[in-house]
T-cell receptor, first 115, second 109 residues
Framework: GAGVSQSPSNKVTEKGKDVELRCDPISGHTALYWYRQSLGQGLEFLIYFQGNSAPDKSGLPSDRFSAERTGGSVSTLTIQRTQQEDSAVYLC?????????????FGPGTRLLVL | EDQVTQSPEALRLQEGESSSLNCSYTVSGLRGLFWYRQDPGKGPEFLFTLYSAGEEKEKERLKATLTKKESFLHITAPKPEDSATYLCAVGGGRRALTFGSGTRLQVQP
């Protein structure tokens, strides 16, 4: 595809419900990242996938958050038992390779609101 | 721990009034410094990558420079369409980028 795509664009849910956010990276990109952007805050790293290697989950804020990447392409971020503090924009990025010198290209984000 | 500080937090310019945005960083082994532009309701859009001190890159009215401690994004004769939040990020020892909080730029006609 032309760029990173994410769905849904917006999600409103009730506290305690589970949500799934989807990311489709740029074709051929081996690395995929999830970040969270809260109002007025910088981007906060959540999780990183590179090829077939074990993901780097060091940024996940709690065990309610999990992510998977199927077939080295599409990724799903799942938040269980959502809380109001989970409200934020969830951004996905991909890069050609996995080093931190690689340019990351971002999707449009999913705006999550937990009521 | 890698850290990025951007200043000012917000900047209001008149059309044609040139200025600079600052990005100060501390990182264990800089692999790359990245500038992004973010419009309201959208994801960050890549602008530049700088890899070593002394490097400069230009695109239209924007010019990014890099020293060992900071980077500047110079905006020459800005137009209203340059209004956005500009984000700076560093790539260091870990795979993920470390971002600053951004500078909100408003250019008035």
């Amino acid at each position: 595809g032309a760029g990173v795509s994410q769905s849904p664009s917006n999600k409103v849910t009730e506290k305690g419900k589970d949500v799934e956010l989807r990311c489709d990276p740029i074709s051929g990109h081996t690395a995929l990242y999830w970040y969270r952007q809260s109002l007025g805050q910088g981007l906060e790293f959540l999780i990183y996938f590179q090829g077939n290697s074990a993901p780097d989950k060091s940024g996940l804020p709690s065990d309610r958050f999990s992510a998977e990447r199927t077939g080295g392409s599409v990724s799903t971020l799942t938040i269980q038992r959502t809380q109001q503090e989970d409200s934020a924009v969830y951004l996905c990025a991909s890069s050609l390779g996995g080093g931190s010198q690689e340019t990351q290209y971002f999707g449009p984000g999913t705006r999550l609101l937990v009521l | 721990e890698d850290q990025v500080t951007q200043s000012p937090e917000a900047l209001r310019l008149q059309e044609g009034e040139s200025s600079s945005l600052n990005c100060s960083y501390t990182v264990s082994g800089l692999r790359g410094l990245f500038w992004y532009r973010q419009d309201p309701g959208k994801g960050p859009e890549f602008l530049f990558t700088l890899y070593s001190a002394g490097e400069e890159k230009e695109k239209e009215r924007l010019k990014a420079t890099l020293t060992k401690k900071e980077s500047f994004l110079h905006i020459t004769a800005p137009k209203p369409e340059d209004s956005a939040t500009y984000l700076c990020a560093v790539g260091g020892g870990r795979r993920a980028l470390t971002f600053g909080s951004g500078t909100r730029l408003q250019v008035q006609p």
